[in-house]
C-alpha cells in the first residue's frame, strides 16, 4: 500500500509530501477528529481507520510530557544505585555488553563518578547529579530494569518514539492524537520541542505520522522567537484582510470539494488554512512568558544562562498543558558526541553540563504542575533511548559505551503511584534481571494512563492492524499505577 496510488492519483509519500508542505504542514499536524476531516481522510486509506471518539476507559492522565534526554544518560551515575561498584574502580569484569564498539566479554569498571544520598519518605537513592529533581521523588515511580531492541542511536530513538527500530511509523503522540483527538482547535495537538544544538539523529521520524495521514505528526515549537515558522501574515495584510481572504477561498474550496468527497489532500488544505490562522493569534500567545511571575521564571531557572533553555521549555509544557496540548516532548541534547548525553569520551564533564541545565527546570516542572493541581492529570515521563555500561569503552578514560540491556526511565503524575522504585539491574547496572520491561510496557503503560487500551488501538495498513505496541499482547505496568 506504501506505493499504491491511492490518494486522488498520488502515491503515499507524493500524498504527505504535497500535504505537509508549506504553510499547511503546521496545521496538518494538528488536525482533529471532530470536524470530520479525519473521516475523508480515514476513507481515503482504509474504511477502517476511523479515529476513535474516545478512550476506552476513565483515563488517569490527559496530557502526557515526555522528557527525552538524548543520547543515554546513564543509569548508574543518575538514578540506579549500585554500592557494590564502589571502590571497584579500574578492576576487570567478565560482563557482556554490546554497544557502538560491538560484543564484549569484560572491560574495565567504571565506578559511579557522583555521590549517593537517599531522599523523602521512600528513601529513595538519588546522584548529586539531580540534587532538585530527588525532592520530588515521593511523586515518581522509578523503572529500573528498562530494555529495548537496539543499542545504536537511530533505531533505538525509533523504538522509544514509535515502537519499532525501523523508520516509517507512528509515533506517540500521533498515536494518542488519532485515539482521543485533540483538546483544541487552536494549537497542535503534538508538539515538539528541540536542542538548540541541533535535532536527534534521523530527525522528524522522531516525530513523525508514518503511515497514518500527517495530521497527526508532530509540530515542531520554538520557546524563543517566533515559535512556529512560517506562521506570520505577510507583510502589509491586516487580520480583517487575511480574514476575508480566507472566508472566501473556503467558499471556493468547497464548492470544488462538494463533487470530490475522497479530495483528501483538498480536505486538508481547507482545515489547515483555518487552523494555522488560529494559530497566529494562540502561538505567540502560548509563548510569552511575560505572563508569568518572576518568580515562576526564577524557578525554572530561567534567570540563569545554564537552565535558561530548558527551563523555558519545560515552562512552555506546562503552559500547552493548561491549553489542551495532548502530547510534549522536550529534548535535552542535540547533534552528536557531547552535544547530548552520549558519554562516550569525558563521563564526568557530559554528565555534569547535561544533568546542570535539566535538573532544575525538572524539578521545577515537577513542582508547578503539582501546585497548580494539574499533575494529577499530567504523565510526565524521563528518560533516553537506552542507558550505559558499566565498563569503560576505551582503555582510557571514564567514557561509557551504549546499553539497551537495563536501563533506566521515570515517570510522575497522571495517575502513577509515587515513591516506588521497580524492576532491578544486576549488581553492576549491566543487564535488567528482576521484572525485566521492554519499552512496549512503557507504552502500553502511557496508553493504559491516557485511557486507551493498548491491545485495541489500531490503525490498518499494510493488510495488517498495526499497534503501538506490536502485534503480541503487552501488559502495562500495573505495579506503578495507583
Known amino acids: 500500500m506504501s506505493n499504491s496510488r491511492n490518494f486522488c492519483g498520488r502515491t503515499r ?3 504527505v509530501w504535497e500535504a505537509g508542505a508549506g504553510f499547511g504542514s503546521v496545521a496538518l499536524a ?3 477528529g471532530d470536524d470530520g476531516f479525519f473521516n475523508n481522510i480515514a476513507q481515503a486509506a482504509s474504511a477502517e481507520n476511523v479515529p476513535n471518539q474516545g478512550p476506552h476507559h476513565s483515563p488517569k492522565a ?3 510530557i515526555f522528557l527525552f534526554m538524548y543520547g543515554g544518560p546513564s543509569h548508574i551515575d543518575t538514578f540506579d544505585y549500585k554500592p557494590t561498584m564502589n571502590g571497584m574502580d579500574g578492576k576487570t569484569v567478565d560482563v557482556k555488553t554490546f554497544g557502538r564498539g560491538g560484543h564484549k566479554s569484560g572491560g574495565r569498571i567504571v565506578e559511579p563518578r557522583w555521590k549517593f544520598n537517599q531522599y523523602g519518605e521512600c528513601g529513595k537513592w538519588v546522584s548529586d547529579l539531580f540534587p532538585n529533581v530527588a525532592k520530588h521523588v515521593d511523586d515518581i515511580s522509578f523503572l529500573h530494569s528498562l530494555t529495548a531492541d537496539s543499542p545504536i542511536h537511530g533505531s533505538a530513538m525509533l523504538m522509544m518514539n514509535s515502537g519499532k527500530i525501523l523508520s516509517g ?7 494518542l492524537n488519532y485515539g482521543l483527538g485533540s483538546e483544541n482547535k487552536n494549537l497542535p495537538g503534538y508538539v515538539v520541542m528541540l536542542d538548540p544544538k541541533g535535532g536527534p539523529i534521523s530527525g522528524a521520524k522522531n516525530w513523525t505520522s508514518g503511515y497514518m495521514p500527517a495530521t497527526y505528526q508532530g509540530t515542531v515549537l520554538n520557546s524563543q522567537g517566533p515559535p512556529i515558522l512560517d506562521l506570520n501574515r505577510p507583510q502589509g495584510m491586516n487580520q480583517a484582510v487575511q480574514r476575508e481572504l480566507l472566508d472566501a477561498l473556503e467558499q471556493t474550496n468547497q464548492r470544488h470539494l462538494a463533487a470530490r468527497a475522497d479530495y483528501s489532500e483538498l480536505s486538508a488544505r481547507i482545515n489547515s488554512y483555518e487552523l494555522a490562522y488560529n494559530m497566529q493569534i494562540h502561538a505567540p500567545e502560548a509563548v510569552d512568558f511575560a505572563q508569568e511571575s518572576e518568580a515562576t521564571q526564577e524557578m525554572y531557572g530561567m534567570n540563569k544562562d545554564q537552565t535558561k533553555d530548558f527551563g523555558s521549555k519545560c515552562l512552555l509544557a506546562r503552559r500547552l498543558v493548561e491549553r489542551g496540548v495532548r502530547f510534549i516532548q522536550v529534548y535535552s541534547g542535540g547533534n552528536h558526541n557531547d552535544a547530548n548525553w552520549d558519554a562516550h569520551g569525558d563521563l564526568e564533564k ?9 535538573d532544575q527546570p525538572i524539578a521545577a516542572l515537577l513542582e508547578d504542575l503539582k501546585q497548580r493541581g494539574l499533575l494529577d492529570t499530567t504523565l ?7 542507558g550505559r555500561q558499566p565498563t569503560a569503552e576505551y582503555a582510557k578514560g571514564s567514557g561509557r559505551d551504549h546499553n539497551a540491556y537495563g536501563f533506566t526511565m521515570w515517570m510522575a503524575g497522571g495517575g502513577i503511584k509515587g515513591g516506588t522504585s521497580f524492576g532491578t539491574t544486576d549488581e553492576l547496572g549491566a543487564q535488567a534481571v528482576e521484572n525485566p520491561l521492554h519499552v512496549r510496557n512503557l507504552h502500553a503503560t502511557i496508553l493504559h494512563q491516557m ?3 493498548p491491545n485495541r488501538l489500531s490503525y490498518f495498513f499494510s493488510g495488517l492492524d498495526q499497534k503501538l505496541v506490536g502485534v503480541e499482547h503487552v501488559e502495562p505496568i500495573h505495579e506503578i499505577i495507583a
Open 350 to 358: 557530559n554528565h555534569n553540563l547535561h544533568a546542570g541545565e535539566t
Open 451 to 453: 485511557g486507551l487500551d
Open 13 to 15: 509519500r507524493e500524498f
Open 62 to 64: 490527559l496530557n502526557v
Open 380 to 386: 510526565v515521563v524521563w528518560g533516553g533511548e537506552f
Open 169 to 175: 511509523s507512528p509515533t506517540m503522540g500521533s498515536w
Open 30 to 32: 494538528s488536525m482533529l
